[in-house]
């Protein structure tokens, strides 16, 4: 039985001669895509491989000449072009081409030794988040969700996306790229084992950072004393299994982590350890009220500045 790819490329190959540029393009990436569907080695994204050949001289050359080509020397092209993508999928190459895919599906969670890439300054304090122990996550490696067995730090994602912080959308590169973390170096779209060898490596936690700096390392001892992240589940289950009834608890936590925090800015001025107030998510993690959205649940703020605890879909109220 015929191949999509190669359905494709014999329907292809009779018109490229009326391409203009956009058409091109638009068969180049779906030819690219249905090729990497039939290929085995799919796990390397579709990105990489259009990247990997569009890198080439030769592929720049036909895209700088395609406008005054005649139709015999675009033909001539773009076979050459679907030889190249077929080849490339056989032929990973052993290098990264920053085309941005591995950035997308989430940011890298900090080791020990990426701690000289924040204390020069190359990572800023305030693109960072802890996540705390028993808080949900996804393995960086199969995407599997597991519960932390200890705190982590990681780069910041974009709101609402799993997207890396320092990812360029507009040109898909990275904008610390020679001074990317521990994991980004040894991520690997074609070789999954360095990436996950870093994981036996020491993960860096906030008692690095804030060694030395021991009133520091007391707040944040208290606040997970006060605010750990495994009170939320037991409140939220009995939200749930109340119907709604018993609210008190989930919104006396909500309260309480939220004050936890504004005494903390207010009374301990934590500006004089010189870390800006915007790091709060670096000392104590993300609020109760962001975590709201673990549990299906959102806060908002009324016009009146009344805050309401909702169901996390449109019109929902708890
Ligand atoms: S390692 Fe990531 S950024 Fe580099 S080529 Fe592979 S998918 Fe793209
Ligand atoms: S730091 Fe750079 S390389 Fe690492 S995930 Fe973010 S954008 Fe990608």
Redo the contacts with the bound molecule.
């Keep these: 039985m015929q191949k999509d790819s190669e359905r494709l490329r014999e329907l292809s190959i009779n018109h490229p001669s009326a391409w203009d540029m956009d058409r091109f393009r638009a068969n180049w990436l779906l030819f690219v895509e249905t090729l990497l569907k039939e290929e085995a080695n799919s796990l390397i994204?579709s990105?990489?491989i259009r990247?990997q050949i569009e890198q080439t001289p030769a592929f720049q050359e036909v895209v700088a000449d395609w406008d005054n080509m005649d139709g015999l020397h675009r033909l001539d092209a773009w076979k050459r072009l679907l030889l190249a993508a077929e080849d490339a999928c056989r032929t990973i190459l052993p290098a990264?081409?920053?085309?941005?895919?591995?950035?997308r599906v989430g940011s890298p969670t900090l080791h020990l030794e990426d701690l000289v890439l924040l204390q020069s300054g190359k990572i800023p304090w305030d693109q960072l988040v802890t996540l705390r122990k028993g808080e949900p996550a996804l393995s960086p490696f199969d995407g599997r969700p597991f519960v932390l067995p200890e705190g982590r730090i990681k780069v910041r994602e974009k709101e609402g996306l799993r997207e890396c912080v320092f990812l360029i959308s507009e040109t898909d590169r990275c904008s610390i790229y020679d001074d990317r973390p521990l994991q980004c170096r040894a991520?690997?779209?074609?070789d999954p084992i360095p990436a996950s060898e870093t994981a036996e490596m020491p993960f860096l936690l906030r008692e690095h950072i804030f060694q030395g700096v021991d009133l520091m390392m007391e707040i944040i001892a208290e606040h997970e004393t006060r605010c750990g992240f495994a009170v939320l589940p037991g409140a939220f289950e009995e939200l749930s299994r109340s119907s709604g009834g018993n609210i008190q608890e989930v919104l006396r936590l909500l309260s309480y982590e939220e004050h936890f925090r504004q005494f903390v800015s207010d009374k301990f001025k934590i500006d004089k350890f010189k870390i800006p107030a915007q790091n709060m998510e670096l000392l104590f993690g993300r609020s109760f009220t962001r975590m709201t959205t673990l549990f299906g649940f959102r806060v908002a703020e009324e016009p009146d500045g009344t805050r309401c605890l909702l169901v996390d879909e449109p019109g929902g109220r708890a």
């Design positions: 994204p990105r990489r990247w990264c081409f920053q085309c941005g895919e591995c950035c991520q690997a779209c074609w």
